[in-house]
């Protein structure tokens, strides 16, 4: 299974607009960040977990032509807005199955309404069906995948784990029982917005913590805000075997 990361950025994205941050005007790429996504190939599928308003340029500078299925953690325009940017993707390879939370499916219904309008079907829409999961295993194919539920302030998101994998993004509380579904993992990918508390996301500190008590093998963190700093200068105060991501990282998890 290989794990490409599209976008580590916050929700803003980095540089952020009218933001006077050091990582804003930093010439290091990897402080660079797109909206968070990642690709995930798995038994020659490609699933795009979020797609968010970066959809387009990081379909085209991953050069990613097919999209098997999308995955939504929740409806946050920074996770949804490129919806519409699969057109070109569906028209080209058919229907694409959206897999989201029914409360998620609602919203997009709303804010994408004419994707889901049967009576005015115009064929220039992206083509894509909603599926609805629940807090339980589903399958795509034959790959399983575990949901895991948590909230981002007040509202509920799902995470997503595919055999010793897993992505949590927009966490701020999680239960003890969905936390231990996250034990025993190769790679576990967490958000981490910044140093300061958050009132819907965990901070550095906080992510480590959860990441010192799951003992994935390697962490990777991202949804990552300007006042992060510099990605070079955060990664000399990270434990071993956790890194912070940056756009276009691209890791192997061994089946
Ligand atoms: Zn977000
Ligand atoms: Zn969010």
Same mark, same amino acid.
């Given at each position: 299974?290989?794990?490409? @990361?599209?976008?580590?950025?916050?929700?803003?994205?980095?540089?952020?607009?009218?933001?006077?941050?050091?990582?804003?005007?930093?010439?290091?790429?990897?402080?660079?960040?797109?909206?968070?996504?990642?690709? $995930?190939?798995?038994?020659?599928?490609?699933?795009?977990?979020?797609?968010?308003?970066?959809?387009?340029?990081?379909?085209?500078?991953?050069?990613?032509?097919?999209? *098997?299925?999308?995955? @939504?953690?929740?409806?946050?325009? *920074?996770?949804?807005?490129?919806?519409?940017?699969?057109?070109?993707?569906?028209?080209?390879?058919?229907?694409?199955?959206?897999?989201?939370?029914?409360?998620?499916?609602?919203?997009?219904?709303?804010?994408?309404?004419?994707?889901?309008?049967?009576?005015?079907?115009?064929?220039?829409?992206?083509?894509?069906?909603?599926?609805?999961?629940?807090?339980?295993?589903?399958? $795509?194919?034959?790959?399983?995948?575990?949901?895991?539920?948590?909230?981002?302030?007040?509202?509920?998101?799902?995470?997503?784990?595919?055999?010793?994998?897993?992505?949590?993004?927009?966490? &701020?509380?999680?239960? &003890?029982?969905?936390?231990?579904?996250?034990?025993?993992?190769?790679?576990?990918?967490?958000?981490?917005?910044?140093?300061?508390?958050?009132?819907?996301?965990?901070?550095?500190?906080?992510?480590?913590?959860?990441?010192?008590?799951?003992?994935?093998?390697?962490?990777?963190?991202?949804?990552?805000?300007? *006042?992060?700093?510099?990605?070079?200068?955060?990664?000399?105060?990270?434990?071993?075997?956790?890194?912070?991501?940056?756009?276009?990282?691209?890791?192997?998890?061994? *089946?």
């Amino acid at each position: 299974m290989k794990i490409t @990361f599209l976008g580590t950025g916050t929700s803003t994205g980095i540089p952020t607009i009218g933001v006077n941050r050091e990582s804003c005007f930093s010439d290091d790429p990897k402080d660079n960040r797109l909206r968070s996504s990642i690709l $995930i190939e798995c038994d020659n599928k490609n699933f795009v977990v979020d797609c968010g308003p970066d959809f387009r340029q990081q379909m085209l500078r991953t050069k990613i032509t097919r999209v *098997d299925a999308i995955l @939504f953690t929740h409806e946050h325009a *920074d996770h949804t807005a490129g919806l519409d940017d699969v057109r070109p993707i569906s028209f080209k390879h058919g229907k694409i199955p959206i897999y989201a939370h029914t409360r998620v499916v609602k919203n997009l219904k709303k804010r994408f309404d004419y994707l889901f309008d049967k009576k005015n079907d115009y064929p220039g829409s992206p083509h894509v069906y909603p599926i609805i999961i629940e807090n339980k295993k589903f399958n $795509i194919e034959e790959i399983e995948i575990l949901p895991i539920t948590y909230m981002h302030h007040k509202l509920q998101v799902f995470g997503f784990r595919i055999k010793n994998f897993a992505y949590v993004t927009d966490l &701020k509380m999680i239960t &003890k029982e969905e936390l231990n579904k996250l034990k025993n993992l190769d790679v576990l990918i967490l958000n981490s917005l910044r140093h300061n508390e958050h009132y819907s996301h965990i901070n550095l500190t906080q992510a480590i913590d959860h990441i010192e008590e799951l003992k994935p093998k390697k962490a990777f963190l991202t949804h990552i805000a300007p *006042d992060m700093g510099l990605h070079s200068e955060t990664e000399k105060i990270l434990p071993k075997s956790v890194f912070l991501a940056f756009d276009g990282l691209e890791i192997i998890v061994d *089946d």
